[in-house]
């Protein structure tokens, strides 16, 4: 099954807004990593987070980690037609050299 | 460097053909998947490989075969389609560091019907 589950499931706002994704997850992880996906096309890497670090920026884009509640939340701000999308969370369990398992991800509109 | 690549890009088979999927990277990742997506399913991991001869199954391997004879790629063989297969798949490449595998690439996918 699967082990991250991004919320919400879709997620609507107007241009210029900021837009919060969050994912949670069920064991220990090695690092978490978050993933863009424009319609019909393969995934694009965000940023990767280790299980050691707690926040992490690129550009407009923040995710925070909190191993103690299993969560990360990817932060989107000023968001622009663009950033409509679907966005995954995946991760690797902290056992050995697992592989990388995806969520069903969160669909982003954003209205211009 | 032309990334990842994948072929065919489309593809329609009827039930009980089988047929290979292709997929190469050239950048000397040493793991390569395979995923497929489906609608409000998001990507599930179906074959992985950590090196050349060595691979593994994940979350919905039963039907899909894979090998990995060289670095560069990661072939996905379909044994007898069945219309529970038509999805799009996708194969990625990353390197691997500590704990695991590291920045994923994606080729295109394959969008494939089994009628």
């Known amino acids: 099954s699967q082990q991250g589950e991004e919320d919400p499931q879709a997620l609507s706002i107007q241009e210029g807004e900021n837009a919060t994704m969050n994912c949670s997850y069920k064991t220990s992880i090695n690092n978490l990593q978050w993933y863009r996906q424009n319609s019909g096309r393969g995934l694009v890497h965000l940023i990767l987070i280790r299980s050691n670090e707690r926040e992490k920026h690129s550009g407009r884009l923040r995710v925070t980690l909190d191993t103690s509640k299993k969560s990360s939340s990817l932060l989107i701000t000023a968001s622009r037609a663009a950033d409509t999308a679907s966005y995954f969370c995946?991760?690797?369990?902290?056992?050995?050299?697992?592989?990388?398992?995806f969520g069903k991800g969160t669909r982003l509109s954003v209205i211009a | 460097n032309a990334g990842v690549t994948q072929t065919p890009k489309f593809q329609v088979l009827k039930t009980g053909q089988s047929m290979t999927l292709q997929c190469a990277q050239d950048m000397n990742h040493e793991y390569m998947s395979w995923y497929r997506q489906d609608p409000g399913m998001g990507l599930r991991l179906i074959h992985y490989?950590?090196?050349?001869?060595?691979?593994d199954q994940g979350e919905v391997p039963n039907g899909y075969n894979v090998s990995r004879s060289t670095t560069e790629d990661f072939p996905l063989r379909l044994l007898s389609a069945a219309p529970s297969q038509t999805s799009v798949y996708f194969c990625?490449?990353?390197?691997?560091?500590?704990?695991?595998?590291?920045?994923?690439?994606f080729g295109p996918g394959t969008r494939l019907t089994v009628l």
């Open positions: 490989s950590v090196g050349a001869g060595i691979t």
């Open positions: 995946a991760t690797i369990r902290n056992s050995g050299n697992t592989p990388l398992v």
């Open positions: 990625a490449s990353s390197r691997v560091l500590a704990g695991g595998p590291n920045e994923q690439f």
